[in-house]
């Protein structure tokens, strides 16, 4: 059990309660409306949170996701907590807050055609017990209310008002629970708190507006008195005494454990917990002689036990709905041969748009490129000679070793510059001209780092030698530069290079017109644009502030879209995973964070994440740590197109090297391949084995099978790519050289069985 999220969500729920007492005694001498006092409060608390936004800093949120927290505020803040507030002079607060856990029902119920979840029969129990509690509460009639803080002297029909209004608050918080649901997942705590808070505070206005029209007054008149009170300076003399100031403190304070439970809790557990308010109201009311009568008490508590009912079956159903991966075989590793010369490293698929598929004359596994270790392939020792870069895989190109490819590219061996760290790598694509882009790390200067160097493009258009085109970042500097990925497949036939450039200068400014700021190392995430013919169109910045030393991966989607993840660099330095978008225009989007998992790490990080798509379902996975000795893989959907994305599922907690791929292979399915440690953990030194699952959105990943061993860092990062359907291509290097192996996914003999998507899960 998580104690701190579980204590957060308990002083929330109490600091609720004794807001409610205090504003109601705030409410009684009838000077301030409870509009106004709502006013004040949200008010307040989005002043705060924006502050703390600005000063704490997290993520914003992105496209509609800003309208859904708003529309979600003012339904919570504005409407929902007015007519609670309106209820307390009416039918008491022990009521009002009893009356309030129908928003838990409703919320499950109107679940059901906005966001089209299932209901599962056996909540309709917990539903009539929370329903038998409110009728017990509501039994104890005006008395009760008039003992709990009600007006002294109402009748029947003022206490019924009261039950009224706070039903029509449970209505909107139940109304605004679905609308919100998800919106919040990748939003820091602050910035949407005060997004939400700031609907509830301008909802306020166009209420008055409204209530000014039902009344026979002014709108003007209206809000001039709903707004008059919160110019009064808080005094004796005022209407913000302390008893005011009490509870609208408590109710702002009580909003930071709110969230950071939110954050923490199963979503379940955390709405079960902030229910408790109605028995915390309980003895606070005999603190502030609210007597309330033994039916409200044992209403509270039924009701109580009602709504923590509904939740756990709520929370098992969705647990049920989560059903694994539906693969008939699991995954079926199939190893193949590649004839590679000896001393071959390093593998990385050459990118093409258009993938060859095995029975139309194609070779059966998409060409590669890789690395000849001269230290291996001389073993006679008769000659030292340099690396090598080699091309296996197509015809066109005479044997696998083609160390000729670098010949021409200057005055100094290319070969002998060959700079490759085992996470900074070469890479090809396929342009539609039909020729083949190299980009490859060499050494600059006197570099003795293994990270320093600049990246070489370089033009194959029928064969070897290669015609070097010119640096990809223009006359490099001394320091990092490569982590290069090539995406095939622009709409004007060009190919996109993305790489990390940490040059001396100042930062740039990125895509969202951010400035990086001071002490980011100077990294940046730059792209360009590379022709049919070979041409490199100036470089652009795509963001100014990201993590050192961290491989990048893209995906070309239908439409001729680019996605881009890498490791975005937070302002408190946490190492997220950001998506780039660039349009089929070829204009850069703002980037946006995935999921902020708040992770920080000092130092070169290389363990990038990966992308990888199926028309509009975008998977992106990545290695994180979630405490000390806790490294972890997370995989999160996005069902249109990667503009938004919905929570994470972790995997392989505490068991993954990370190193993770990703590759579609058809029906919403996806391969994820990862490195994993030793079985038994006890030698970090030890060499694990690469490992393959299949993820979907809402499902349970299958198991992991192995794909093949590991050769230390001299493994590098397996390559995955899509194949034809079912099937996905891994190459990487083992104990005995070149490996490659062809994974297929078996498709259930029911196509109504495959996972829906829906990335809320």
Known sequence: MNIAGTLAALGAALSWAVASIQISRLLEHGRVTPAAANLFKNGLAASFFFVASLVVGGAWPVGAAWGWLF?????????????????????????????????VPVASLLAVPIVGDR?????LPHMAIVLIGVLLVILDGPSGARRSGGEEGKSSRSFAVGVLLALLAALAVGLALPLGRHRFDDVGVWPGAFIRLAGGAFGALPLAALAGLRRGTTPSAEVASLVEPLFRVPGPSSVWGRTALTGVGVAILGLIPYHYALRELPSG???????????????????????????????????????????????????ERDVPVPVDALVDVIPLSIDAPEGARFPTFVVDAERPVPGDGAPELPALVAVQDPEVAAADD????????????????AGPDVQSVLDGLGPESAAERLHVHFANLPAAARLSSGGLVFAHPERLGEATSTLDAGV??????????????????????LAVHGFTTLVAGDPGGSVVAVWLDERGRAPAANAAGDAPLPGSGNVQLRARAISPVGAAAPDEVVDGRVARSCPTDGVRLSDGTLLLAYRNLGTDDEVDIAIARREPSGVWRAPAVVHADGWRFNGPLVNGPAIAAEGDLVAVAWYVQLGEGQPAVRVAFSDDAGRT??????????????????????????????ESPPADGSDPGQLGAWQVVVVAPGAIPTDPIRVGALLGRSSGRLDLVEGPPGVAFAAWTGPTGLEAARITVERPENPSAAPSVDSSR
């Open 456 to 477: 070489r493009l370089s033009l194959a258009d029928g064969g070897p030698p290669l015609r070097g085109i010119g640096w990809l970042g223009n006359q490099p500097e």
């Open 645 to 674: 994305f919905g929570a994470p599922r972790t995997l392989f907690e505490g068991r993954t090297r990370g190193q993770v791929e990703l590759a579609s292979v058809g029906d919403g399915l996806f391969a994820l391949t990862h």
């Open 269 to 319: 557990i955390a709405s079960i917990l902030f229910a408790t308010t109605p028995l915390f109201t309980l003895p606070l009311s005999l603190l502030v002689r609210q007597r309330v009568g033994i039916a409200a008490a044992l209403g509270s508590i039924i009701g109580f036990t009602g709504v923590a009912g509904v939740l756990l079956v709520e929370n098992a159903a969705s647990i």
């Open 71 to 103: 529309v979600s505020g003012l339904l919570g803040f504005a409407i929902a907590d007015t007519l609670y507030f309106a209820a307390f002079r009416r039918c008491g607060v022990q009521t009002a807050a009893t009356v309030l856990l129908l928003n």
């Open 382 to 397: 008769v000659e030292e000679r340099p690396p090598a870069l080699l091309l296996l895989g197509f015809d066109d190109f």
């Open 119 to 123: 209901l599962d029969a056996a909540v």
